[in-house]
């Protein structure tokens, strides 16, 4: 299992065969390969194991920026515990302009901005829920882990194969580089829908609609939520 850091770095020099003592594939190449793909994956989809939540005393200010969150990313926001319903961007302005002492409980986001109506009828702890920045793996701490290793370690992998499609750039073959890129790409995909398919059974309240069939105007008839017609498609 590729769990930590030294386990990466362990795993591409047995698949690549190279050497950090040769000028070539110096140690400190190798540890910033490992970062930079590491980064890369991290990115590669809104993992549901880099959200977060941050917390912190609403002081009435519309201006707010949660530092490490990624832009556009907040979905849930609430404030002394009542939560706040969260419009796009130009309706927020929109309805700041036309009703300036609105207390409507609404926010939004605009790229690393958060702008909350400071006329709201809250006052307490202001929690939000988004998408953060994974803090960089410790190329100096042997035992580090990534985002995926507690769990989802095909992660892990991926950032081998991509490592070694970096290898083989330095090598001048593009093909294998190619390759190797690509099979990366397909573990993280994999591992995506995965994740997305532990997510089906997932239930609405019934105050919200839940107690509903869904109306199916493409195939006819009725489909319950919890019931998905794929679901045992391999």
Known sequence: MVTTFNDIKTEIINKSGISTTDAFYTD?????????????????????????????TFTGSEEWNFEGYKADSFRMMQIGG??????????????????ESGADRVFTDYGRLVFINPNIDLSGTLTAYGQYTPVDIDSTDLTSTTVFSNGDDEGNEAIVEEVLSYIMKRRQDEQSATLYHSRAEKILTDLYARVNDEQFNYKTHRTRGGMWKRIDVVNSGVE??????DQFLF
Do not use: C, H
């Open 82 to 99: 009542k939560r706040l319903e969260k419009l796009n961007f130009e309706d927020y302005q929109i309805f700041r302009e036309e009703d």
């Open 28 to 56: 400190a190449l190798l540890n910033g390969w490992i970062k930079s793909a590491n980064r890369w994956a991290t990115a590669f989809r809104k993992w549901p194991f880099t959200e977060g939540r941050v917390s912190t």
């Open 224 to 229: 319950d939520d919890m019931v998905r017609r």
